[in-house]
């Protein structure tokens, strides 16, 4: 079995590849249930809050993938990050573990890949101006993953910590990317071809007046019902889509919207598989103000295991 760790991980993982390989995966399709949430009680009195554990598998006719991701809020206090994940990739018809694989930068660079695929058939063909908001482990793999797909020029950050945002735009800078810092984020998300969320927000950050005609609105963050980041407004107008079926029962940016009548579950256009699969249309004209709601699914996690796997065997 290999053990293949974080560095080795990103570097197999380039954009334009995982892309690619996250669209071929939806095409194909894999075996998904449902993920799996357990409360991990802690022993330790000093670790009062425990660890909530989920189970995500998925598989194909040759592998088997499953990711544990552990959240542990009380790590923050110990200086540890709270957030930890692996990945083991099997043969799926012998069950022999094939590799262990690091599950943090698997979900952080599909979880980018899939906004990116997204935005392909969602944002406008001249889209340039990619507004970040957020200054997150995936946030700050945004610019990359979206110049994949569209000739994007011009990048501003946005963050609640204006020094977060500033040491995103020089990380960016050193990567070659020219990037800006906003203060303003209403001004910025008016000027914006494309905006792209990546937030732990659980009450509207970005709202839908401030959009403009014809832009692409990307959100990540919200992947339980308590999150949220944006307003009802954002929907209003505008056509819907969804990585997964899943995002209509998970995300607080939908399950509001939907509750309060903004829209109904059937309004949603497509999901990525339909997508792809050329059974929806993505956008239809350049004047068209289009929202994708992602939750994450454990088909991107196998598309991208199995390609950091078979990188290391060739």
């Known amino acids: 079995m290999l053990i293949i760790d974080a560095p080795t991980t990103q570097q197999a993982l380039p954009f334009p590849t995982l892309i690619e390989a996250l669209r071929r995966m939806f095409l194909a399709g894999c075996e998904v249930p449902q993920r799996h949430v357990h409360q991990v009680a802690a ?15 998925a598989w194909n006719a040759r592998y088997y993938g499953v990711k544990i991701v552990n959240i542990a809020p009380g790590n923050a206090a110990l200086g540890l990050a709270g957030l930890h994940s692996s990945y083991l990739l099997h043969d799926a018809t012998t069950g022999v573990p094939l590799a262990l694989i690091d599950g943090d930068a698997i979900t952080a660079r599909r979880t980018a890949a899939a906004s990116a695929l997204a935005a392909s ?36 950050v946005w963050a609640r910590s204006s020094d977060q945002a500033a040491a995103l735009v020089s990380e960016l800078f050193v990567a070659g990317i020219e990037a800006t810092a906003s203060t303003d984020l209403a001004a910025a998300v008016a000027e914006a071809d494309v905006v792209s969320c990546a937030t732990m927000a659980t009450s509207p950050v970005v709202f839908g007046q401030w959009l403009a005609t014809g832009s692409h609105l990307d959100l990540i963050g919200g992947f339980t019902p308590a999150m949220r980041e944006t307003d009802d407004a954002c929907f209003m107008g505008a056509s819907i889509f969804v990585d997964t079926e899943e995002a209509l029962q998970k995300s607080g940016d939908l399950l509001g919207p939907m509750e309060r009548g903004v829209f109904e579950a059937t309004d949603v256009k497509a999901t990525l598989a339909q997508l792809m699969a050329g059974e929806r249309s993505g956008r239809s004209n350049a004047s068209e103000r289009t929202v994708f709601k992602s939750v994450g699914t454990a088909l991107e996690d196998l598309a991208a295991a199995v390609l950091v796997y078979e990188s290391q065997r060739a």
């Open 43 to 57: 022993i330790a009195p000093e670790r009062p809050s425990g660890v909530t554990s989920l189970v995500m598998s």
């Open 121 to 156: 058939l969602l944002a406008r063909d001249d889209a340039r101006h990619l507004l970040v908001v957020g200054a997150g482990k995936v946030a700050r793999l945004l610019p990359e993953a979206y110049r994949a797909v569209r000739a994007i020029d011009r990048v501003t």
